[in-house]
């Protein structure tokens, strides 16, 4: 037999990511379907770029200036040191083109990182998640997405997924003492039509406080939750199912991660009276009769 627990509890995805707009634009397409599968790299929004292109060719117009500049300056420099041999050179105007050199060095510099800064820029008008096995949903079509437009679309990882529950205090002291340790305990879940999840997860985590007003503490597993089996969940395309849900209302059961050995009677055949619990046996001559223990037998000795 193997003890076990039961608690009522709630999946929940080990990732949620909110997708916000880093960059003020006009929304251009949604290129997934709500509650679909999303894969690492797919497209999930497009923002207008063209203001973002045509802020990069400006800046690499500035840049190219300044390197002609900078050339200039450079030639102007190496003219003014070597009249310096000269009774013309004067070391003034090798100072002032030396100071114009690096005055331009520095301007190039500033002007490459705001290209740099609009190359990042354009990047934020596509989103994509950056792992694999996401749930993308609540996906809303803005006019116009940006920092403070609020959330277009939220992620929700889905392999493997959490059971949250609470247990209460005195039963998780309880629990402490059976198991002693994480890897003493199995986690399984029953589904909400009554099916039990096939397949078992791991403790991970035990709340290092008690919430006072419910005098409960919070304990989570974690199990994994590939895509079914059947027509419509495998293939890992848009279509994929998958049995646990992000916000499921289970039942999560606790149990012994090895079972214990015992004697036991189906529950049918066990009845009570005044004196207790008792079942009915047959002895050796084929006779039934009651027996409740081994102090408190109403069978005879057997026959020797």
Known sequence: MTPSAEFVGRIQAVERVNLVARVTAFLDKRLFTEGVEVKKGDLLYRLEQEPFQADIQNKQATIAQFRAQLTNAGITLTRQKALMSSPAGQQARVDDATATQQSLQAQLVGAQAQLRQSEISLGYTRSAPRSTAR?????????????????????????????????????????????????????????????????????????????????????????????????????GGPDVVRELVDGELVTAVVEDARPVMALTVPRAAVLSDQSGDYVFTVDAENKWCSRASASASRCPPPRP
């Open 135 to 235: 749930s993308a949903h609540r996906g809303y079509g803005r006019q116009r997405g940006g920092p403070g437009s609020g959330v277009l679309t939220t992620l929700v990882s889905q392999d493997p997924m959490y059971v949250v529950f609470p247990v209460a205090a005195r039963t998780a002291l309880e629990l402490r003492e059976r198991y002693g340790s994480r890897s003493s305990a199995v986690i399984k879940v029953r589904l909400p039509d009554g099916r039990m999840y096939a397949r078992a997860g791991a403790l991970d985590f035990v709340d290092n406080a008690v919430t006072g007003s419910t005098d409960t503490i919070i304990l989570r597993g974690v199990l994994p939750n590939p895509p079914r089996s059947g027509p419509n969940g495998q293939g």
